[in-house]
Nanobody, 128 residues
Framework: QVQLVESGGGLVQAGGSLRLSCTTSGRTFSSYSMGWFRQAPGKEREFVSALSSTGGITYYGDSVKGRFTISRDNGKKTVYLELNKLKPEDTAVYYC?????????????????????WGQGTQVTVSS
């Protein structure tokens, strides 16, 4: 069983930055692909970014490309999401997720169905 705990969310003004962290339990973190998703009130869960088990492959949703950066530290069993140039439409609960397997391609990694373990989420609110 893998437990994921997100942190780093908060209230920030438009144009600002945040760094989300997702710390995991378990001994096999380095074998999991990782993803970040977000969900705004009344909307479906949206893919944000994904990262291969080694960190060598990254993938971003179109709405965040060029503004967000995903990374991981396998020694610390943590995945990060750097949020820059934030916009009010980035307001959502952000979830990290762990998928079994190193990397299964962009299409699969952008689907919530690819991930087995999920965190409880952290709120990001961007004011205009």
């Amino acid at each position: 069983q893998v437990q994921l705990v997100e942190s780093g969310g908060g209230l920030v003004q438009a144009g600002g930055s945040l760094r989300l962290s997702c710390t995991t339990s378990g001994r096999t973190f380095s074998s999991y692909s990782m993803g970040w998703f977000r969900q705004a009130p009344g909307k479906e869960r949206e893919f944000v970014s994904a990262l291969s088990s080694t960190g060598g492959i990254t993938y971003y949703g179109d709405s965040v490309k060029g503004r967000f950066t995903i990374s991981r530290d396998n020694g610390k069993k943590t995945v990060y999401l750097e949020l820059n140039k934030l916009k009010p439409e980035d307001t959502a609960v952000y979830y990290c997720a762990a998928g079994i397997g190193s990397w299964n391609g962009q299409k699969r990694q952008s689907s919530p169905n690819e991930y087995t373990y999920w965190g409880q989420g952290t709120q990001v609110t961007v004011s205009s």
